[in-house]
């Protein structure tokens, strides 16, 4: 399928989506991960319309970089290895894996200019998954005012592979009530406007509970 094709029946659920839950399409954000996908194909997602682009390895999103270069804005989506950071610094415009202060450390000695992370929240419990557990994320917030080029964007999250939406819709309210108690401290630092919740499975769900960046991979550009 071509990606114009899938951008646009997913734009098309996101408006359904937002329709139902009172929102305004222009505050959710499609990420394209291109993760799977060759140079060429993260291309043709861009002519598609497509301005912000995904990647979870230093090395796949150097390469895409080199050649689309600011065509697209770059989003860090994967766990990040505190030595790799320096690697991606300048480069990604957004970084949804933040957690722990060892990584916002380097982060911080690194950049040289206020680099927009999201803090990684593992909101269901699961073993297997990367992030903090919901208690840990206010008291994380507060600390991050120590590192300067650190903003607090928004959260992150990854819901658990199932069809259970009453799940599902647990998940991402757990974030939106984060992200409430977060606003609420009125910190400098961390206006933590973002919600990164949604993938080719679950984002029609995500932006109901108020989504503002999808990160869709499969459904959009393929596997
Ligand atoms: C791979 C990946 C996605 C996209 O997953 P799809 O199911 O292919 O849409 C989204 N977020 C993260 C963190 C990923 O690693």
């Known amino acids: 399928m071509k990606v114009e094709e899938n951008l646009k029946s997913i734009q098309e659920k996101i408006d359904e989506a937002c329709k139902r839950s009172g929102r305004n399409p222009g505050e959710v954000t499609i990420i394209a991960v291109t993760k799977y996908v060759s140079t060429e194909r993260a291309k043709e997602a861009v002519s598609a319309g497509i301005g912000n682009l995904g990647e979870n390895r230093d090395d796949g999103m150097l390469a895409?970089?080199?050649?689309?270069?600011?065509?697209?804005?770059?989003?860090?989506?994967?766990?990040?290895?505190?030595?790799?950071v320096k690697n991606i610094i300048g480069i990604a415009d957004y970084i949804h894996s933040l957690d722990r202060l060892s990584l916002a450390k380097e982060i911080d000695k690194r950049a040289e200019e206020t680099v927009q992370c999201l803090i990684q929240v593992n909101a269901s419990g699961e073993e297997s998954k990367q992030g903090l557990s919901p208690e840990e994320v206010i008291p994380f917030v507060k600390d991050l005012e120590a590192y300067p080029y650190i903003s607090a964007a928004g959260l992150m999250t990854m819901a658990p592979l199932t069809d259970d939406?009453?799940?599902?819709?647990?998940?991402?309210?757990?974030?939106?009530?984060?992200?409430?108690?977060?606003?609420?401290?009125n910190l400098a630092h961390a206006p933590c406007r973002e919600l990164s919740m949604g993938m080719s499975n679950d984002f029609g769900?995500?932006?109901?509970?108020?989504?503002?960046?999808?990160r869709i991979g499969t459904a959009l550009v393929g596997e």
């Open 64 to 84: 895409k970089h080199e050649e689309i270069g600011h065509a697209a804005k770059w989003h860090f989506i994967g766990s990040l290895q505190t030595r790799k």
């Open 165 to 185: 939406e009453e799940v599902l819709r647990h998940c991402f309210r757990t974030l939106k009530t984060l992200q409430k108690n977060i606003q609420d401290l």
């Open 205 to 214: 769900i995500a932006v109901e509970e108020g989504a503002t960046m999808v």
